[in-house]
């Protein structure tokens, strides 16, 4: 059995595009979300590490796909994220070509996290990515981040509200509160992690050791 070390996890490359990232083999899972959503913020509270991936107070911190490897053959990836209006144009452009470039062409990419701020999840494009990787069949698990920011009630509302919405998708889509901040829903990531790796280890046992 494989045990994933999510501490370990080191940095690899920030790619403006596929092509300059590493070989397309081995296990890939991707963050996606809004500008601002807590992507960074989430990989480095899984991996217990206080600055791997760079957060910011100011949106479109990420513009770069930023590749982190666990181990050998698994890796983590910080999208650049969309939906943030105050970037120039033509920047803006060609970090959304690298995106869907990356989300289209990606072979190893076997599981997405889509990152939404709990107080204003679901907006167009998320519903468009994740209904995306439904179509692809790949698996989703979304996170409603930034969940410190509301009461016990309306949290748990928010992910009623979340699942119910998920449910339209029609596919593999799991939907849970995250909070850096607190750590919550944090096993639950690294489990459906481990579960994501795990499965595709066992369908294609050629893939890494
Ligand atoms: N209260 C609270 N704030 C959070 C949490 N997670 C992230 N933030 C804050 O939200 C802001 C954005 O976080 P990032 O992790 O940089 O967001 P991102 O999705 O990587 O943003 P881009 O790289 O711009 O796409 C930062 O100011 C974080 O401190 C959380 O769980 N709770
Ligand atoms: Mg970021």
């Not at 167009?124 to 410190?148: F, H, M, N, R, Y």
């Amino acid at each position: 059995m494989v045990q994933y070390h999510f501490q370990n996890t080191h940095f690899i490359t920030s790619a403006p595009n596929i092509q300059a990232m590493p070989e397309d083999s081995g296990i890939e899972i991707a963050f996606a979300g809004r500008s601002n959503a807590g992507k960074s913020s989430a990989l480095n509270t899984l991996t217990r590490q206080k600055s791997l991936a760079r957060t910011s107070k100011t949106p479109g911190r990420t513009q770069l796909i930023n590749v982190f490897e666990i181990s050998e053959g698994f890796r983590l990836i910080d999208l650049p994220g969309y939906g943030f209006a105050q970037v120039p144009e033509e920047v803006k452009k060609q970090w959304q070509k690298s995106l869907s470039e990356y989300l289209q062409d990606r072979q190893s990419l076997k599981g997405i996290v889509v990152l939404m701020d709990i107080r204003h999840p679901f907006k167009d494009t998320d519903v468009g990515l994740i209904q995306w990787a439904v179509d692809c069949e790949l698996p989703v698990l979304a996170l409603l981040t930034k969940s410190d920011k509301l009461k016990q009630g309306a949290r748990k509302t928010a992910i009623l509200k979340g699942r119910e919405t998920a449910k339209a998708f029609g596919g593999n889509v799991r939907v849970e509160a995250f909070s850096s901040l607190k750590k919550q829903g944090l096993d639950l990531l690294q489990n459906t992690l481990v579960g994501w790796f795990d499965q595709h280890l066992e369908n294609s046992p050629s893939d890494p050791e």
